[in-house]
């Protein structure tokens, strides 16, 4: 079962790594960061500040818009080219090839990530000529940016298991904006009263928590990030992506593939 | 058929054991994070002018947002009778800067800094620079004039900057006629009970805002609470000049013919008449806003700072 799981997550993983899409984002956000410096020229005594938001910002976003735009293509592609077919012909489970693909793709996530980082360490170090020891809470925001796309290609497989790549484009990205103000969502709920009050609870609860993973403005600022947020912030990351894919799986295991 | 049947209960099990451990772990993440996480995010922005040309022409949703966050911080703190509302005037400077005409933003929010805490932030000087920048952006909208002129009046006590805020209201398209009356008699009535309770009558009568509308409400009250034992103090003070000596108790004055009964608050509990002749409502904390009436020395009480 797990050299299954793992044939097809690699195989994702190679498949992603040669889509041009893919390099073209990872070329235009080194360019985005290296360009940082120069942003930095024009904003006196805030040099390195612009270029930690510009940097981590870039991450994310080019992050989460790759997780989007090939988690899209993942299901949809294969049973457009009727590779999905011989896949399941072989003794490989519905929830295996999902699970496989939802893996390959948050691998190629975390490797894009790491060449986003490299690149992004460089240009403060361009810019600022030395590195300081809150410089290690960047390494932290980075991390929680890597959490963030667990969740994005969890919930896009998810969309893309029922529905059309566009829809499940829209589907995702609407999820992902309404997910960084799940706090408002649920200070909201806490003003509500009756109904409405139990409505907006549920949807605080069920929509993704995206504000408590960005913590970009807090690094930038040199502000220290708790080891117990780390700790429940990955737990929470971690457990909604599982139950993401659960409810893919589950859709998955019963859509008819004719 | 078997194993897809297997599939779907391990899929049903880890679907609500991981879907109740994300709701679980959140939560800890809410506790550690604290409850204003996202409103502190404000602390970070250098302006709204920059969060402006970052939000890509959607200002004025972006605006929304932050004005529900203001007043979502507003009525927690509130809640809370807080002294201090620290994020109050940097979410309505944000606000304001992404939507310059949303009114409601400078009404209200100018409302909410100015009166004295726990019921406001007590930061009446940023109230009038806030109404000022909405008068700036909006000129004609005699509202705002108003509200300038009301904070000038009760919490900046500058009655001559009330009375030009008036002046100028009244001249501005739709303006209602009391604004040249109040701005006339500004002059002559300044500080007086009187003058006060016309103000908030105009407020309470004017506004649709259920929560400004109780508050003027709660001012009246007071208004009226305090006219009613200057009264009171008055006829205590004919009792003394007529027999020589302070009234024992209310009923003194009521065989006196000076009160009709034993006079009460706007609770219904009888006003206490202290042994120096002075008088005192029963239970001052549940009458906000009252100055007169009051024991030496006390303090509206506080539950959090």
Redesign the interface.
């Known amino acids: 079962m797990s050299s299954r799981l793992a044939a097809i997550t690699f195989n994702t993983f190679r498949e992603a790594v040669r889509d041009r899409v893919l390099y073209n984002l990872i070329i235009f956000v080194l360019l985005l960061v290296a360009s940082a410096p120069l942003f930095g020229q024009i904003s006196i005594g805030l040099e390195k500040l612009i270029l930690v938001n510009v940097g981590l910002t870039s991450i994310s976003i080019f992050g989460i818009i790759i997780a989007i735009f090939i988690g899209i293509g993942l299901v949809s592609k294969e049973i457009e080219k009727k590779t999905l077919y011989t896949i399941l012909s072989r003794p490989v489970r519905r929830w295996e090839f999902i699970t496989g693909k939802y893996l390959g793709l948050v691998l190629t996530l975390v490797v894009n990530a790491v060449f986003m980082t490299i690149g992004f360490f460089v240009a403060l170090f361009i810019a600022t000529r030395t590195f300081t020891r809150d410089d290690a809470g960047l390494l932290l925001a980075i991390y929680f940016i890597i959490l963030q796309f667990f969740i994005v290609t969890a919930i896009t497989l998810l969309f893309s298991s029922f529905s059309s790549p566009i829809f499940s484009a829209v589907f995702a990205f609407a999820l992902f904006v309404i997910g960084t103000f799940a706090e408002d969502l649920r200070n909201f709920a806490a003003l509500a009263q009756g109904v409405t009050k139990w409505l907006a609870t549920g949807a605080a609860w069920l929509v993704p928590n995206f504000s408590a993973l960005n913590v970009i403005s807090q690094v930038a600022h040199g502000d220290p990030i708790r080891p117990q947020l780390v700790l429940f912030n990955t737990v929470y990351a971690l457990l909604y992506s599982v139950a993401a894919m659960a409810v893919a799986v589950l859709i998955f295991e019963r859509r008819n593939l004719k | 058929m078997k194993?897809?049947r297997k599939?779907?209960t391990v899929?049903?099990l880890?679907?609500i054991a991981?879907?109740t451990?994300?709701?679980l772990?959140?939560h800890?993440?809410?506790t550690?994070?604290g409850?204003q996480?996202?409103l502190e995010?404000v602390l970070?922005i250098p302006s709204g002018k920059t969060l402006k040309r970052l939000s890509l022409g959607y200002s004025s949703l972006l605006a929304d947002?932050y004005w529900?966050?203001a007043v979502?911080y507003f009525?927690q703190k509130h809640q809370q009778e807080a002294l201090h509302y620290e994020m109050l005037d940097p979410l309505l400077d944000i606000t304001t800067d992404l939507d310059p005409h949303l009114i409601i933003a400078y009404e209200f929010g100018s409302i909410f800094l100015s009166q004295p805490a726990p019921a406001g932030a007590g930061q009446p000087e940023k109230a009038a620079a806030l109404v000022e920048k909405g008068i700036r952006a909006n000129p004609t909208y005699w509202r705002l004039y108003f509200t300038l002129g009301y904070i000038h009046y009760f919490d900046r006590k500058d009655y001559k900057a009330a009375r030009e805020a008036f002046q100028k209201g009244s001249e501005m398209p739709g303006a209602y006629f009391w604004m040249k009356v109040m701005a006339a008699e500004m002059a002559q009535r300044a500080g007086e009970n009187s003058f006060a309770t016309e103000i908030w009558s105009h407020l309470y009568e004017s506004t649709q805002d259920a929560m400004v509308k109780d508050n003027a409400r709660q001012h009246l009250t007071a208004l009226s609470m305090e006219r009613e034992i200057e009264e009171i103090q008055r006829r205590v003070e004919t009792f003394r000049q007529r027999t020589n000596r302070l009234p024992a108790g209310w009923y003194d004055l009521v065989r006196a013919g000076l009160l009709q009964g034993v006079p009460v608050d706007p609770l219904n509990n009888p006003l206490k008449l202290m042994p120096d002749g002075t008088i005192q409502v029963a239970d001052p904390a549940k009458i906000p806003f009252l100055t007169k009436g009051l024991p030496p020395g006390w303090k509206r009480p506080v539950k959090h700072q």
């Open positions: 194993g897809r599939s779907t899929a049903v880890l679907l991981a879907f451990g994300s709701v772990a959140l800890q993440v809410d550690i994070r409850k996480a996202t995010e970070y947002i529900t966050r979502q009525g």
